[in-house]
């Protein structure tokens, strides 16, 4: 368990929340670089937007099991939903710190507010925070041998799982949704009316090459067999979707600013391109190969690169795709050294949350047997 | 225009006829209790250069020339209070609201900082705090406790040139078109603020084109809370179609899984 990994991670851990104290003392302006035209940085950009992509999986997975009744994927049930209960608890810990009144952060549920966005966003993370923390409570219970508890609870299973992929359907694509009302700031190589949907299809992407990644590094590092099958599965999974968004990516963009708009040799052009790139154009090559689907490595490879290319777009879209308008005012914004930290933080609670519960809950039931 | 519309007040701000002595700037400072941020030379006159947590009005000076002939032009700066105000829209918890007197105002008690409304409005309004543990959202308040006691806000108050023409949003608007139709030579043919972002409660007028002026002209015309409401609108179906579907997909899965079951177990 201590390995010099997990104390190099506790390390930047325990200094994110040394950083996190000097903000919640002293403020936003002493602890990052946020601004009057910068309003939303990394913490939103990575930690929040790019952290609930990451946890797309658990909904996803679950939804497959339970509502599709697809057996075959009920190994990696418990480690998707245990990832994605984890990324909801880390996005809310972001966005409680990165809210300038954190002690208020329960004012949505009060003071109810139909016509916001940011009204439903607050209550689905809420909601679905709510929601995985009950479908991933059968572990705690077998752990603390409650089996009356864990009878009730996989007894309202299907419903809570169907509750859970509704509320993820509605929370990715809201999450888009927030930058409808953006129009004349952001790129139009970004803007769009089909951003919630463009939300909504990447998360699958993000989220099935997660669950896959996740269940690779798990493998090698507890020494499982890999379950070739369930990898491969997903990867054709991640592929259907992928060509779904490329096709979705090529309309907005030949109906908004035009195809050769992504070619303009611009900041915004030349970040767009990246993205696409690496998040969609790569893994489509790659995955309609089938030697790629079977190869643990190459699939691998392939979940790093879709990873990578979806926290690019939510970059792009909550930072660099308005960068040239808010930058025309003369304020800039690059993160700070304590904005950094408490993004690594989170990551690092994520690996080393995750190894912990691994070894004490029963998180591959199947492995075990 | 609605009843509400009929009772809100409107500023038509008449550009030609600012003269850039910036009271304005000093009486809502005094009036509102702002007080300075520390701003660098930067070889303009503008100052500050952005409005900022402190600085809910500014004016915004830029020169350019007209024959051989250096013109200078004053564009008063501040919140639009916007008919369908972004922000009122965007904000979750309802700290920002349209009053039916025209003012869009703000309250800290409910706001929790998300800075949604930053990002919202249109014409970049909302400031905020940064340097302070509990920061507050700032912005011109239209002088909203003025106008509830039947003054007019600070800033048109000590006006030398009656740059500003305040009154009935409906009278404002008159006037506008009066004034532009009167003098067809003197004002570019454009009121900005009656159709920008579903029309503002200021509106301006100006001798020279309003891009020149550093107005945002890529501002759509469309009510900005449109934009999120074409989302919202849709959620009860997303939920019902979710729901049946998956429900569906749950009943007819499990039958055939069961099926393939029995299929399994009469073979062995």
Redesign the interface.
């Known amino acids: 368990m201590w390995t010099p990994f997990t104390r190099t991670l506790v390390a930047i851990i325990a200094l994110g929340g040394l950083v996190l104290i000097y903000r919640l003392i002293f403020g936003l302006g002493a602890a990052t670089n946020l601004n009057d035209r910068f309003p939303w940085g990394l913490w939103i950009g990575m930690d929040v937007l790019g952290g609930e992509a990451m946890a797309a999986g658990g909904g996803i997975i679950a939804g497959a099991v339970y509502i599709l009744n697809w057996k075959k994927y009920k190994p990696i049930v418990r480690p998707a939903v245990l990832t994605a209960f984890f990324g909801y608890l880390l996005a809310a810990t972001a966005i409680f710190f990165d809210i300038g009144i954190p002690y208020r952060i329960w004012h949505p549920m009060a003071m109810w507010q139909v016509h916001s966005l940011m009204w439903f966003v607050s209550i689905y993370v809420m909601l679905y925070t709510t929601t995985l923390a009950a479908e991933s409570s059968p572990m705690i219970f077998e752990k603390l041998k409650m089996r009356g508890a864990l009878r009730i609870v996989e007894k309202i299973m299907v419903p809570v799982v169907l509750f859970g992929v509704l509320l993820s359907v509605l929370h990715q694509s809201s999450l888009g949704a927030v930058f409808l009302i953006t129009p004349s700031r952001m790129s139009p190589l970004w803007y769009s009316d089909q951003i919630p949907m463009l939300f909504l299809i990447s998360a699958i992407m993000m989220g099935l090459s997660m669950v896959s990644f996740e269940n690779i590094i798990s493998s090698k590092a507890f020494g499982h067999k890999p379950h070739m099958e369930i990898l491969s599965g997903l990867a054709r999974g991640c592929l259907i979707a992928a060509v779904v968004y490329l096709a979705l990516k090529i309309y907005v963009l030949a109906t908004g600013p035009g195809i050769a708009a992504a070619f303009a040799g611009s900041m915004e052009a030349n970040m767009y391109l990246l993205e696409l790139m690496a998040g969609v154009l790569a893994p489509i090559i790659l995955l309609s190969m089938k030697s790629t689907r079977e190869n643990l490595n190459r699939i691998f490879a392939v979940n790093i690169t879709v990873i990578v290319g979806i926290l690019l777009n939510r970059m792009n879209v909550s930072l660099f795709g308005m960068y040239r308008h808010q930058s025309a005012s003369g304020l800039s914004y690059f993160p700070s050294w304590m904005e950094f930290v408490v993004t690594a933080a989170f990551i690092s609670i994520a690996v080393v949350g995750f190894k912990v519960a691994a070894k004490y809950f029963r998180v591959f039931p199947e492995a075990e047997a | 225009m609605t009843a509400t519309e009929k009772k809100s007040k409107g500023v038509l701000v008449d550009l030609t006829r600012c003269i850039g002595c910036r009271g304005c700037q000093i009486a809502c400072k005094s009036w509102n209790e702002r007080s300075v941020k520390k701003t660098v030379m930067r070889g303009e006159f503008t100052n500050p ?5 402190e600085c809910y009005t500014n004016i915004r000076y830029s020169e350019h020339e007209k024959g051989d002939q250096p013109v200078w032009s004053f564009v008063k700066n501040q919140c639009l209070h916007c008919k369908s105000p ?1 922000c ?7 700290a920002l609201r349209k009053t039916e007197a025209g003012p869009v105002v703000y309250d800290f008690n ?7 409304c ?3 409005c ?1 014409f ?1 309004i909302p ?2 705090e ?6 507050w959202i700032r912005k011109c308040t239209f002088c909203s406790e003025r106008i509830a006691d039947g003054k007019v806000p600070a800033c048109i108050k000590v006006c030398p040139t009656t740059t500003m023409f305040y009154g009935n949003l409906e009278a404002v608007m008159a006037e506008a078109e009066k004034r532009l139709k009167g003098n067809p030579d003197k004002y570019v043919k454009h009121i900005y603020g009656k159709e920008e972002a579903g029309g503002t409660s200021w509106i301006y007028l100006s001798a020279e084109p309003f891009d020149t002026l550093g107005f ?1 002209m ?3 015309n469309v009510k ?2 449109d ?6 609108s849709k ?1 009860p179906s ?2 019902g179609v ?2 049946i579907a ?2 569906l ?2 009943a007819i ?2 039958r ?2 069961a099926e393939k079951g029995d299929k399994h177990e009469n073979k062995s």
């Open positions: 250069p952005e409005l900022n947590s972004a009122v829209s965007a904000c979750p918890v309802g409910r706001c929790i900082g998300c800075r949604y930053m990002l919202a249109p970049d400031k905020y940064w340097e302070k543990a509990f920061p945002n890529k501002i759509s900005y809370p934009l999120t409401w074409a989302y919202i959620i997303v939920v979710v729901i998956g429900a997909t749950w899965t499990r055939q899984n």
